[in-house]
């Protein structure tokens, strides 16, 4: 069983400022990483899939990178709306295998 | 546009069972194979199964595999969760979700169905 770890547990952050989140798996997922945006009593919304793509409508400053089992996401500058949970998920189609990690806590400095 | 609206959740005994279901519109249900996610209280998020577009392939956490069951009926338009042997630890919101491109990426969510597991 593929084991997401996140660091930090909790991030704060000034609007404006950036904030780099990091996620890492125990072992290679290749590029089948994705990120997800959650708020409080709402739905998980996806970010980022197969690593580095902004999934549709999401804004450019939202960037993913990595590969094999370290992954990073990047908010340049962080927006108001921003502030939220932010988890990782490996996905591996077959056999099928999927997995979040703990989440990172984005709050404002 | 897509929809997904889960239904079925309330407040169960420990041992006992229940059936959850996500009706989905908006779509092509039968071209997409489609996930159930859960988050308990204040924790992180779970994924709990998932069904291929056509029912052939399933698979599970270790943590629900032989207590839930992940269904569809393509005629519906509707998927299933039928959970078993619930214990408290089962406690969550129960969400179903559905990929656009790659199976494991999660592009649309229903909003939840809150499964309290209590004696």
């Known amino acids: 069983e593929i084991v997401m770890t996140q660091s930090p547990a909790t991030l704060s952050v000034s609007p404006g400022e950036r904030a780099t989140l990091s996620c890492r798996a125990s072992?290679?997922?290749?590029?089948?990483l994705a990120w997800y945006q959650q708020k409080p009593g709402q739905a998980p919304r996806l970010l980022i899939y197969?690593?580095?793509t902004r999934a549709t409508g999401i804004p450019a400053r939202f960037s993913g990178s990595g590969s094999g089992t370290e992954f990073t996401l990047t908010i340049s500058t962080l927006q108001s709306e921003d502030f939220a949970v932010y988890y990782c998920?490996?996905?591996?189609?077959?056999?099928?295998?999927?997995?979040f990690g703990p989440g990172t806590k984005v709050d404002i400095k | 546009q897509v929809q997904l609206v889960e239904s079925g959740g309330g407040v169960v005994q420990p041992g006992r069972s229940l059936r959850l279901s996500c009706a989905a519109s908006?779509?092509?249900?039968?071209?997409?194979?489609m996930h159930w996610v859960r988050q308990a209280p204040g924790k992180g998020l779970e994924w709990v199964a998932v069904?291929?577009?056509?029912?052939?392939?399933?698979s599970y956490a270790d943590s629900v595999k032989g207590r839930f069951t992940i269904s569809r009926d393509n005629s519906k338009n509707t998927l299933y969760l039928q959970m078993n042997s619930l214990r408290a630890e089962d406690t969550a919101m129960y969400y179903c979700?559905?990929?656009?491109?790659?199976?494991?990426?999660?592009?649309?969510w229903g909003q939840g169905t809150l499964v309290t597991v209590s004696s």
């Open positions: 069904i291929f577009y056509d029912g052939s392939n399933k």
């Open positions: 908006g779509f092509m249900f039968s071209s997409y194979g």
């Open positions: 998920q490996q996905y591996n189609n077959w056999p099928p295998s999927f997995t």
């Open positions: 979700a559905r990929p656009e491109l790659r199976l494991g990426e999660l592009d649309y």
């Open positions: 072992q290679s997922v290749s590029s089948n």
């Open positions: 197969g690593a580095s």
